[in-house]
């Protein structure tokens, strides 16, 4: 055999070995890719699961013409992708659709694909979740995906088409049905809600609470979610180690009121409600219009509203981003570590028990759920 012949065979056979070497690490890489699906992401499909029905819910119950605020979590390296009559955003690439998507309007969170082409992977199984929603979902008029870990979502009801008006995100954050998680920082406890929720009812102040907020012009899930925090036995003679009274946990000097005046429930929830009233109007432009300034409302009240003007000064903690984030609590330098702790949980805690109340309102299944 003439060596150019033995060169051609060689060089077949090293091109078939080749071929076979790159099928077999395709397979390969799709059963570690099946493995991986059944081990490791059963947990993020349940969590992708709970925000999707939780969306469902809220879209069903907003009225014709109203709008709802929703804060919408994904599983980091998962997309939410809207799809109307069985057509997508132009800028991603799917490597599948839901069949029961097929021509329908659906709203979908779907896993990164694996491959080569790392497309989205929107095809069912355990690598998306997707509900047929009444009418398409949209942003500047047109279908959407996007790619994020936690964003409040401004949504209004059409007769036609759920439109995505406002649109925050909030960087370093991630969350579940019921509780945040920030950079560094363990979840919020929130197990004393249910109990300082019953004690409220049960004692007669969630009516007082609600008439005095709306009054003033504060949400009830917040001034309720503060003082849950303040005072979970709705006690209104307690008095804390600083001298904060009552159910509000307000001090006399702050409300302008005397220690005894202050015992009584209706003046007490009134001072808490003005003093959050005089936050919103000095520190914040005079209203909460996302989550960020909610929680800011929250540092106010428990730390004084002072402290809001040191966040808002650091770099990266400006135009009211998210300031439990790691990257934001400097300005806790000069207390002591439990005194530390205490002041980064206390918003966060507010927070998750804003959300809970405001789903309570909405009539949103299992809301209560610690």
């Known amino acids: 055999m003439r060596k150019e012949d033995k060169r051609g065979l060689t060089l ?6 080749l071929v076979i070497g790159i099928i077999c690490l395709i397979i390969l890489f799709s059963l570690l890719s099946a493995i991986m699906n059944i081990f490791f992401f059963s947990d993020e499909k349940q969590k992708a699961q709970a925000t999707i029905d939780r969306l469902a ?18 599983p980091k390296n998962w997309w939410f992708v809207s799809i109307s009559n069985g057509v997508y955003a132009d800028y991603i690439k799917l490597s599948g659709i839901d069949k029961k998507c097929a021509g329908k309007n659906c709203i979908c969170i779907c896993r990164d ?3 080569f082409l790392n497309n989205i992977d929107c095809s069912g199984g355990r690598n998306s979740v997707c509900e047929i929603v009444s009418r398409p979902f949209f942003m500047d008029g047109k279908p959407f995906a996007f790619k994020i870990t936690l964003a409040s979502l401004t949504i209004t009801k059409q007769t036609n088409a759920y439109l995505v008006g406002d649109f925050l995100e909030y960087p370093g954050v991630t969350s579940d049905e019921n509780s945040y998680t920030f950079e560094g920082l363990s979840p919020p406890d929130t197990t004393n809600f249910n109990d300082g929720l019953a004690n409220m009812q049960a004692k007669g102040y969630e009516t007082i609470i609600e008439s005095k907020a709306k009054a003033h012009g504060i949400e009830p899930a917040l001034a ?14 307690e008095i804390s180690s600083s001298g904060a009274v009552g159910i509000m946990q307000i001090k006399p000097d702050t409300a302008k009121k005397t220690k005894e005046e202050l015992f009584i429930p209706e003046i007490n929830i009134e001072a808490g409600i003005l003093e959050m009233v005089r936050i919103k109007d000095n520190y914040l432009d005079g209203n909460l219009d996302s989550l960020s300034k909610i929680e800011l409302l929250a540092i106010g009240y428990h730390d004084g509203p002072a402290v809001i003007d040191g966040y808002q000064g650091y ?13 934001c609590e400097r300005y ?3 207390l002591s570590e439990a005194a530390k702790q205490e002041s980064i949980n206390y918003p966060r805690v507010v927070l998750a028990y804003y959300q809970k109340l405001k789903d309570i309102e909405k ?3 299992n809301a209560q759920t610690a």
């Open 12 to 17: 077949l056979k090293f091109i078939q070995d």
């Open 57 to 74: 819910q809220y879209l069903e119950i907003t009225p014709e013409g109203g709008s709802t605020s929703f804060l919408f979590s994904v």
């Open 113 to 115: 694909g694996f491959g």
């Open 224 to 237: 309720k979610a503060i003082a849950i925090k303040e005072n979970v036995r709705m006690d209104p003679t």
């Open 315 to 327: 770099v990266g903690c400006k135009n009211y981003e998210f300031p439990s984030s790691s990257k």
């Open 332 to 334: 806790t330098w000069y």
């Open 363 to 365: 009539g949103i299944p």
